[in-house]
């Protein structure tokens, strides 16, 4: 059960954030992610050290899902929950 909760909580937000990125992409990121959540993975995918400003909510969907597989090409679909 415990286990369970957990992963419902991982898959809500997991969803949230996907569609939130499609719906609202020039939201600050800030929105979502705390700065220790996106300046490390900014600093994984973009090998350079993060901006005073955080990137637009877009940006970094598209960042985290960078790390599960996504191929970031200028014209690609928005990822989705799976690659995310």
């Known amino acids: ?7 419902l909580l991982v898959a809500w937000r997991t969803l949230y954030v996907t569609r939130l990125g499609r ?3 020039d ?3 800030e ?3 705390a700065p220790s959540e996106w300046k490390p ?8 050290s993060p901006p005073k ?3 637009k909510l877009q940006e970094m969907v598209r960042m985290v899902a960078q790390l599960g ?3 970031n090409r200028p014209r690609s679909d ?5 690659t995310i």
């Open 23 to 25: 719906d609202c992409p």
């Open 41 to 48: 993975v900014y600093r994984i995918t973009q090998k350079r």
């Open 1 to 7: 059960m415990r286990f369970l909760a957990v992963a």
């Open 78 to 82: 928005e990822p989705g929950a799976e």
């Open 31 to 33: 929105a979502v992610f």
């Open 27 to 29: 939201l600050n990121c």
């Open 69 to 71: 597989g996504y191929i």
């Open 53 to 55: 400003q955080p990137p």
